[in-house]
């Protein structure tokens, strides 16, 4: 094969995370050449057999170092940023990775005359009291600026095999008597399986779907935050019973936790703030055919996904048996 017909080089920041994995394995399927930017690419070895021999490569890169995200996105023709925050961390602040580093990302996209596709978040919103979905939405608008045909990509809850939402709770569940319904466990959410966000992605560098539009992508069933617990406590073969737990004690917590040195909070101020409003896809994204069914996916439903991951937080694991007339 000559240099001249190589199939695309599509750089993915954040290749190594929850998302990014599967954005690998969407795109690698496709023969994509793929240059995974991480800041560890030590630990990112185990990509390599999602790929054939040589097509999956790794970049050493920081959102909050300009130059090392330049020589990443060098000779890309396509640039894909995965990378996103919900708990800060020392330097890595959500101003530093979804603001700063976004903008980063997408002009230095500019620079090589590559194309973009940028993951947000559902409820990115430059006047929302949560610093997370304010600075999801300043980097939407600097990606804009920079890549006007860039696509975005905001996602609800992602679930999936190594998500921090059900499997957090399912821990819970193996440890603590009660599970707790911040706010009363009324907030809607839209939960996404991972794979059909990858999908997304992989047919956005295909080309195949509208460029410079935002896309809000929500599994099949709107669900409470409690009817969530519900479904993870009936797959897991769990009764835990729940405890209300308003919004202004949760934050609390949450603000009391984040003060613990060297341990990740179970919950934080930020998220609680997040759960106040609903997270699901809007009517106008619905009517203006910007979602995962108007771009030809079919979503998974939370059911049919859960068992396969979520087996290991049944007490015999795979071999418990599941009380059907529960």
């Known amino acids: 094969m000559t240099l001249s017909n190589l199939p695309p080089l599509v750089t993915v920041f954040g290749g190594s995370g929850f998302v990014g994995r599967h954005v690998v394995r969407a795109l690698a399927r496709r023969g994509y050449r793929i240059r995974v930017a991480v800041r560890r690419p030590d630990l990112a ?13 790794f970049a050493q890169a920081n959102l909050r170092y300009r130059q090392s995200v330049d020589r990443a996105v060098a000779g890309s023709d396509h640039v894909i940023n995965c990378v996103g925050l919900l708990l800060e961390s020392g330097r890595n602040t959500f101003d530093a990775v979804q603001d700063f580093g976004a903008r980063a990302v997408a002009e230095a996209t500019r620079a090589a005359g590559a194309t973009l596709t940028h993951i947000s978040a559902i409820g990115a ?7 997370y979905s ?16 860039a696509v975005i990509l905001r996602p609800s809850i992602v679930f999936g095999p190594e998500d921090g ?39 956005s560098v295909d080309g195949t779907i509208a ?29 835990n019973p729940f405890v209300s737990l308003p919004f202004g004690i949760a934050s609390l917590i949450g603000s009391i936790a984040s003060l613990v040195p060297f341990v990740k909070p179970p919950l934080t101020s930020d998220q609680v703030t997040l759960l ?40 015999q694991g795979q071999f418990t048996r599941l009380d059907r007339t529960a």
């Open 45 to 57: 070895g185990f990509l390599q057999p999602m790929g054939g021999v040589g097509q999956i490569s």
């Open 125 to 131: 919103d430059e006047k929302s009291a949560s610093t």
């Open 134 to 149: 304010r600075t999801k939405a300043r980097g939407e608008a600097a990606v804009l600026r920079a890549v006007p045909d």
């Open 165 to 203: 939402f059900f499997n957090k709770f399912a821990t819970m569940a193996r440890f603590s008597p009660v599970l707790p319904l911040i706010g009363g466990g009324h907030t809607k959410l839209q939960p996404v399986y991972v794979a059909d966000v990858a999908e997304a992605v992989a047919r």
């Open 211 to 239: 460029r410079g539009r935002v896309y809000e992508l929500g599994g099949p069933e709107v669900l409470t935050f409690r009817q969530c617990l519900e479904t993870m406590l009936r797959v897991t073969d769990r009764k």
């Open 276 to 315: 106040r409003s609903d997270n699901i896809v809007s009517q106008a994204a619905i009517s203006e055919g910007r979602t995962l069914e108007a771009i030809g996916i079919e979503p998974a439903l939370v059911e049919a996904i859960l068992p396969s991951y979520l087996v290991r937080y049944r007490q």
